[in-house]
């Protein structure tokens, strides 16, 4: 990876979640992968920075999403606070079709379950295209980063 790659990455990755909530072993294998993955590969650039790389908390605060952006040392660098009411809709959506998903897993033929997959991931996209265009102009990402970080946004929304 060059130099300027390294600058405009995620090292750290992690969820601000005040209190703590058991999930489904689903949901927690989902998280687990997608900050796994985003750590592996990952595109990140906050405009008019080039002091990366970059360590990010993510939370919902005041009914805003939150994206803590922390240097490699830990030191505070910016904050970029998003509206949550874009996402309502198509995170809402998604936690359907994902719950038809893990029941289809167990019982449905494999095209229901590839039909049900299909849509999953339009919704999965719709919402990293989303998250993208909410960040245009504040924070670069590319489509890889913008999937793994809309997954951790759904995880973010479970409560309890």
Do not use: W
């Not at 590969?41 to 952006?69: A, K, M, Q, T």
């Not at 959506?93 to 379950?113: L, Q």
């Not at 295209?129 to 997954?151: M, P, S, V």
């Amino acid at each position: 990876m060059s130099g300027a790659d390294q600058r405009h990455r995620l090292i750290h990755v992690q969820l601000d979640e005040k209190t703590f909530v058991r999930r489904k072993p689903e949901v927690e294998r989902e998280r687990a992968v997608a900050i796994y993955d985003l750590l592996e590969d990952n595109s990140f650039h906050p405009v008019g920075d080039e002091g990366g790389p970059y360590s990010l908390s993510l939370s919902l605060v005041d009914n805003r999403l939150l994206f803590d952006i922390r240097t490699e040392a830990g030191d505070p660098q910016s904050q970029v606070a998003l509206p949550l009411a874009p996402f309502r809709t198509i995170v809402k959506d998604y936690f359907i079709v994902c719950e038809s998903y893990y029941g289809a897993i167990r019982t449905a033929t494999p095209s229901h379950i590839e039909a049900i997959d299909l849509g999953r991931r339009g919704l999965h996209n719709e919402g990293s295209a989303l998250l993208r265009d909410l960040l245009a102009g504040r924070i670069e990402i590319d489509l890889k980063t913008a999937r793994r970080l809309f997954t951790l946004i759904c995880v973010l929304h479970i409560r309890g």
